[in-house]
């Protein structure tokens, strides 16, 4: 409970400072309300850290007040506190508990080997938490001086030439530093990917592992896609232009003024550095936005690695979500491991509200059966790929999702075997995921099954799970 709350507080946050956004469009946002929420949520780490009573006095203080009923605010973010507050009131409660309850394990004998992997899953964590925290910091650096760069360019022109020289030299060397990082988190995850195999194997969990690595890496293509496309931007740069400016300016260095006022290509010089300006500024969303699709891909590689800790007696994660947001997530994450696959999508999302859902074991079901559905492709030809998603509640207390393809579809007999662990029509399959995924509805206390008219036909796979209304309670 403690570990999966502290991973959920800044996604909570996060959706808070979200809503508030949404709910004062065209105004500007409630700031002083995301900074509370952000007080809050930096308290709590700290104090996940080193708890103390006069520490938790306080974040439970500030959380009263924070949640306060005010009749002003939009109901929203009213749920949106709440889920975020009742996350910190967890961390509050638990951690003592879980100090307490660690100490007590590290005198019993027989627990040293549970403390040496559950040491080594926590460093792994903090080390993924601190490398985030870098990351940003590097981004944040690599925006403020971009932006700092473009203003000193347009005010004072005439005499930067230099400092634009060693702003440029800085910033090829943040690009260089910024595709290095990218190709080091990739092999970080690698790294972590096999210290897990390991561990499993040496506990004797060897079927969990093979489920692990298959989810795992369906999400690895996808985050290796996204690397590659972080740094074929950053090659193509177009602050390369700031350096033809600036030689341009150095072949005008005596007569720069005249240059600038006179000259009709360097009265065009000011214009070009404004459009180069906006035109590395939209470089740099693109690569935030894609970016912020890896840290998501990252995210779901942490949690297909959390939840296969239910085996060992950990309980799932359930949460509010949005269907239609899962299957958006879903979809990205098997359009980007499938090299770009010319398919076209159909989705039919039936309008339903926020439901409590294990969603990454959800996750991990719907990006198998797409990655499947793309692979039954193979032999049919471009303009003739169509995948089908249909999520509906057919009656209350049930949803239904529905993957379907008009593929390569299934022989009568591969039905009968097709959850089997081991079992595959493909030379390069393993059969891992449809059985994992079959044992991950089953865990949520569904059922997924399979039809097919047979090769040639295509292919659909139905997942029914009980349900249970955000608003209604778990």
């Not at 080390?127 to 360019?153: E, K, T």
Request: aromatic share 4%; glycine share 8%.
């Amino acid at each position: 409970m403690l570990r999966n709350s502290l991973a959920f507080l800044p996604t909570a946050a996060g959706d808070v400072a979200a809503l508030a956004n949404e709910t004062e469009s065209g105004r500007q946002a409630p700031s002083d309300r995301i900074d509370q929420v952000n007080a809050v949520l930096l308290a709590s780490l700290v104090y996940s850290q080193s708890p103390t009573d006069d520490k938790a006095s306080q974040i439970d203080s500030d959380l009263r007040r924070l949640v306060a009923h005010d009749p002003a605010r939009p109901a929203a973010i009213e749920e949106g506190l709440l889920i975020f507050a009742a996350h910190v009131r967890t961390v509050l409660r638990e951690q003592p508990f879980v100090d307490n309850l660690l100490k007590g394990i590290s005198a019993v004998p027989v627990a040293a080997r549970i403390d040496d992997l559950d040491n080594l899953l926590d460093k792994e964590q903090q080390d993924n938490a601190l490398d985030d925290r870098q990351y940003r910091h590097y981004l944040l650096v690599f925006a403020a001086a971009m932006a700092g760069l473009l203003l000193y360019v347009a005010v004072g022109l005439i005499r930067s030439h230099a400092v634009i020289n060693r702003v440029n030299r800085a910033l090829v060397e943040a690009n260089a530093a910024l595709e290095h990082r990218v190709e080091e988190r990739t092999r970080e995850l690698r790294v972590a990917q096999d210290k897990l195999v390991a561990s499993a194997r040496q506990a004797g969990m060897a079927e969990i592992a093979t489920n692990v690595l298959h989810n795992v890496g369906n999400v690895l293509n996808s985050v290796n896609i996204s690397t590659g496309l972080v740094g074929a931007r950053l090659h193509a740069s177009k602050a390369k232009g700031l350096a033809r400016a600036v030689g341009l300016m150095d072949e005008h260095a005596d007569d720069l003024a005249d240059f600038l006022t006179v000259d009709a290509k360097g009265r065009l010089l000011p214009g070009y550095l404004r459009g180069l300006s906006e035109a590395i500024e939209t470089e740099q969303r693109g690569m935030l936005e894609e970016l912020a699709t890896l840290g998501k891909s990252v995210d779901h590689i942490k949690e297909i690695v959390a939840t296969q800790q239910s085996y060992a007696g950990a309980s799932s994660l359930v949460e509010a979500a949005r269907v239609e947001d899962l299957v958006d997530d879903a979809l990205r994450i098997s359009a980007s491991s499938a090299n770009r696959q010319i398919v076209e999508v159909v989705k039919h999302i039936a309008d339903m509200p926020n439901v409590w859902l294990d969603r990454h074991r959800l996750m991990q079901i719907l990006v198998n059966l797409l990655s499947n559905a793309r692979r039954a492709f193979d032999t049919v030809p471009d303009g003739n790929r169509r995948i089908t998603i249909q999520a509906e509640s057919p009656q209350e207390g049930t949803l239904r999702i529905c993957v379907s393809d008009n593929g390569a579809g299934i022989a009568a007999d591969h039905l009968e075997r097709i959850f089997s662990h081991g079992f595959t029509t493909r030379k390069d399959g393993h059969g891992f995921g449809l059985h994992s995924c079959v044992i991950a509805a089953q865990e949520m206390g569904g059922t997924l099954g399979a039809q097919s008219e047979g090769p040639g036909r295509g292919a659909a796979f139905t997942l029914m799970l009980p349900m249970k209304l955000a608003g209604a309670g778990r």
